[in-house]
């Protein structure tokens, strides 16, 4: 284990929690006091780091490993499995025919999309209506049109030669890539809010239109 621990750079400590948590599968035991490690237990454990780092939560990331083990068979099943690791449970009062709506507006058929997606949509909507702020159309028109189109490239480069390799792309994509999709948001707003609310033009906050 210190071995492992040297190669990872994760401490021994961390390592025997995540033992405990059932995110690291066990060495191979030589003894009642040593276990050999290999690489799939450097690489799991980079696994595990990156989704701790990202905010996934242990029971998340529990999730996250289980699937990548025995992943199902088909491919929206799995997308689910990989969304259910890092969404929040359902909570009442959600606007589910408006995420219905909108589901159908990203190209969305009847009864092809798993329930707790459209919860998540519907709890989004609710929350921001719980803090009395409703979105511009033009602007949710935007988030749809934007959605449709990373989602596609993202489904796109699923490899199609490897099973194995299908499931790490779409699991890790999944709960990986959302990190980089705010940082991107928000790098992407202070070039519009340079571009609009530079000095001296005429969209400035307080000067006259």
Same mark, same amino acid.
């Given at each position: ?27 191979? %035991? ?15 454990? %980079? /696994? +595990?780091?990156?989704? &701790?780092?990202?905010? +996934? ?8 490993? $289980?699937?990548?083990? =025995?992943?199902?068979?088909?491919? $929206? ?11 929040? !449970? ?12 909108? @589901?159908?507006?990203?190209? #969305? !058929? ?12 519907? #709890?989004?909507?609710?929350?921001? %209506? ?5 979105? *511009? *159309?033009? /602007? &949710? ?8 189109? +990373?989602? @596609? ?14 499931? #790490? ?16 948001? #928000?790098?992407?707003?202070?070039? @519009? =809010?340079?571009? %609009? ?13």
């Amino acid at each position: 284990m210190a071995e492992l621990s040297a190669t990872s750079g994760v401490p021994v400590a961390t390592i025997k929690y995540y033992l405990r948590e059932g995110l690291l599968p066990e060495g191979v %035991r030589t003894s009642a006091t040593q276990a050999t490690y290999g690489d799939a237990h450097v690489q799991r454990l %980079r /696994v +595990v780091r990156a989704l &701790v780092d990202a905010g +996934v939560s242990i029971a998340g990331a529990r999730k996250v490993v $289980a699937t990548l083990d =025995a992943p199902p068979s088909d491919t $929206a099943e799995l997308l689910g499995a990989a969304h259910a690791a890092v969404a929040p !449970q359902r909570t009442d009062g959600v606007s589910l025919a408006e995420a219905e709506r909108l @589901a159908e507006r990203l190209g #969305r !058929q009847p009864g092809t999309s798993a329930p707790e997606r459209l919860a998540e949509v519907a #709890r989004a909507l609710d929350t921001l %209506r719980g803090a009395g702020f409703e979105l *511009p *159309p033009a /602007v &949710v028109d935007a988030y749809v049109t934007a959605m449709k189109d +990373v989602a @596609a490239a993202e489904i796109a480069g699923v490899p199609a030669d490897s099973r194995d390799e299908a499931v #790490r792309y779409v699991v890790l994509g999944t709960t990986l890539a959302e990190p980089l999709l705010l940082a991107l948001r #928000r790098l992407a707003q202070d070039v @519009a =809010a340079t571009e %609009r609310f530079a000095p001296g033009t005429a969209t400035a906050p307080g000067t006259a239109t």
